[in-house]
Structure formats: structure tokens, C-alpha cells
């Protein structure tokens, strides 16, 4: 169960030079939450993550771990602890003695330690590798090493920086389940810092997307997908089709748009004549037919249609020359490339985004 915030961050900057890395951040992290940190490389992401764990100072605000400002501790004083992608094991250790080493160096009797580290294996299911070394593993399993060296000091919170970054695609669907598994049964918070969107659909209680060193949008991985909040979020998380247009009339709630190429309906409360919108589409609720559909007229031409695997993606191309997404199960009867179609949607399943609002810093929504 998530309880009372354990990490703050309020007001934070960060610069490196001249160059404003991240922007007055204001973030709460709840106790026992997966938290992941979302955006493209380069986005400050990891810059946020290296400043809770102590590794990079704020250059202005504060942050609080467990109600204390930590800005004058030391990274071992935070009661946090961080994995990397690099897994940075010693290699000439053993696995035992790997994740042995904090309480090794905090003096822990042996025999506790021996309690505390077999443990932990048992806890990554690694019963049995204690002897091994580091060279003689798969990269999932020096990942779990890795893992268990972190929680073995019963860290508060734990900071994951893209730890499944360097593993194939299949080990690291199976990372996520067994990470997700190991942080609702020990109830540590976890912060995740990934670019995969799927990876931080799939794992996460809350996800916080960074652009820019902003703070664009956190919510559960639902809402952010059905509903984001800027063009940035839309355009980031999944996959959209945007379209920019002008609203023509609304009659209870449901408003005609005039769109370059067509006009199209939109179930949106609080718009009136000749405001801009911007309407994001997902592809899985596009439609078309060979007609127009009341209320819609979106023509275009079939430009591909592909089969990628669980599904048929047709890309559809309107007279502007913009390409449209459909994914389907199975293709649409009697259709093919070439064709000319109609496009339309129910217009409950589109999303108006706020007053053409490209992105910027929000106000963090509990």
C-alpha cells in the first residue's frame, strides 16, 4: 500500500554552466510507490535521480527524503540506494561477497550476513550462485546481483537509473514482471528512471514525463495514455495521430472542427466557435470506410498496409500530404492500397488537448 510521501523535491533547479538541465521541479514521491521517470535522452532524467541519491547537488530548491532536507548529507547518509545500468559489480568478488559488501562494511556480524545474504538470493532467485563471480554470469543475473546489493541494506528507496538497459528484449520483459514482483513484496519505493515507454507503462504505479528538464505531465500510466495533457505527452507516450483545427459550433459538448483537409466531431465540454484544438487520435480508434460518416469528412488515400506482428497497420495519407495511423486485429474487407476512404472516429474516443499547448511545466496532480 502507498503511504505518506517519502521524497520531495520542491523548486528544484539545476544547472551545469549556462545550460538549465532542469527547471523548477516539483515532485512527491509516495511510500511503497513505483515511480518512473519518463522522456527522452537527454531530458534530465538521470539528473534528477543522481540528485536525490546525493551523486549531484540542486542548484536551487530542496529535497527531502522522509521529511529531511538532505542537501547537506553524504550519498551513504540518504538512506537511499541506486542501481545502474552498468550493473558496477567487482569483478573480482564473488557473488556472496558482492552483495555482501555493505554490511561488510558497516561491520555486520558474519553470521548475520550470511543470514541476510542467502536471503536476498532467495529474494532474486539466485540460490546457488554464491560462489560465482561476476564474469561467469548472463547479464540478467549479474542484474539481479546488482539488485540484491542494493536491497540488502533495507534502503527506504531505491533508484533504478535504465537498469535493464543492456539486456535483450526477452530477458528484459522478464526483469520487469520480476522487478515489479520483488518492489510490491518488500513495499520499498522504487524510482525508475527508463525512455521505454512500454517498459514504464508496464512497471509503473505513477509515471512522471520529463521533457526538457520540465515536468510535463504525472498521473498512472492510464491517464497519461487516455488522457495527456500536452501535445509532448501525446506525441511521446504510444502512438498518436494529432491533427490542428478550429472549432466551427458545439451543441451539448459535441463541437464540429474544421480541419485543413475535412471536418471531423469531437466530444469535448467548454470549447466555443473559433477556438483552436488540437485533436489526438490514437490508432487504435481510427476508423475509415469507403463513405463519409456522418459528421465526418477526412478523406485520404491507403498508402501501406502492413503487418506488424499482433496486428495490420494501415497508413493512410490525406490531401495535405499528412499520414494517418490505423492499427487493426485484421485488415478492413475489400480494401487496398490505393483505395480512396473516409476517415472518422467515435467522437467520445478523441481527446481535444487543451488550447494548442505544446508542453511546459505543470503542476504535479496527486
Request: net charge negative; with cysteine.
Amino acid at each position: 500500500m502507498m503511504g505518506d510521501a517519502i521524497v520531495t523535491l520542491l523548486d528544484v533547479d539545476k544547472f551545469f554552466g549556462a545550460n538549465h538541465v532542469i527547471k523548477k521541479l516539483n515532485l512527491t514521491v509516495q511510500q511503497g510507490e513505483f515511480l518512473t521517470l519518463l522522456g527522452p535522452s537527454g531530458c534530465g532524467k538521470t539528473t534528477i535521480l543522481r540528485m536525490i541519491a546525493g551523486f549531484e547537488d540542486a542548484s536551487a530548491g530542496s529535497i527531502e527524503v522522509q521529511g529531511e532536507r538532505v542537501e547537506d548529507k553524504e550519498a551513504f547518509e540518504r538512506d537511499v540506494n541506486t542501481v545502474f545500468q552498468s550493473y558496477a559489480l567487482f569483478p573480482h568478488m564473488t557473488v556472496f561477497d558482492n552483495i555482501a559488501y555493505g554490511l561488510t562494511v558497516k561491520r555486520v556480524p558474519k553470521q548475520e550476513i550470511k543470514e541476510r545474504v542467502k536471503e536476498m538470493l532467495a529474494l532474486v532467485q539466485l540460490e546457488g550462485f554464491e560462489g560465482r563471480r561476476p564474469d561467469m554470469m548472463s547479464g540478467g543475473q549479474k542484474q539481479r546481483v546488482a539488485i540484491a546489493r542494493a536491497l540488502i541494506n533495507n534502503p527506504k528507496v531505491l533508484l533504478l537509473d535504465e537498469p535493464l538497459g543492456a539486456l535483450d528484449l526477452k530477458l528484459r520483459k522478464q526483469m520487469q514482471l520480476e522487478l515489479k514482483r520483488l518492489q510490491k513484496k518488500l513495499n520499498i519505493t522504487f524510482i525508475y528512471v527508463t525512455h521505454d515507454q512500454e517498459e514504464a507503462m508496464t512497471m509503473s504505479d505513477r509515471i512522471a514525463v520529463i521533457n526538457n528538464g520540465i515536468l510535463e505531465q504525472i498521473d498512472t500510466p492510464k491517464e497519461i495514455y487516455k488522457h495527456p495533457k500536452t501535445r509532448f505527452v501525446a506525441d511521446f507516450i504510444g502512438e498518436s495521430n494529432i491533427l490542428e483545427g478550429q472549432v466551427l459550433d458545439c451543441q451539448d459538448g459535441l463541437c464540429r472542427i474544421q480541419l485543413e483537409t475535412g471536418m471531423v466531431l469531437l466530444q469535448s465540454p467548454n470549447r466555443k466557435p473559433a477556438d483552436p484544438v488540437m485533436i489526438c487520435v490514437r490508432p487504435e480508434v481510427m476508423k475509415y470506410e469507403r463513405s463519409p460518416v456522418d459528421g465526418f469528412s477526412l478523406p485520404g488515400t491507403i498508402k501501406d498496409i502492413i503487418f506488424v506482428g499482433a496486428q495490420y497497420r494501415t497508413l493512410i495519407v490525406l490531401e495535405n500530404g499528412m499520414e494517418i495511423k490505423v492499427n487493426r486485429v485484421k485488415p478492413e474487407k475489400d480494401l487496398k492500397e490505393g483505395d480512396s476512404v473516409y476517415l472518422y472516429w467515435e467522437p467520445e474516443d478523441a481527446l481535444g488537448i487543451g488550447d494548442l499547448k505544446q508542453g511546459g511545466s505543470v503542476n504535479e496532480q496527486q
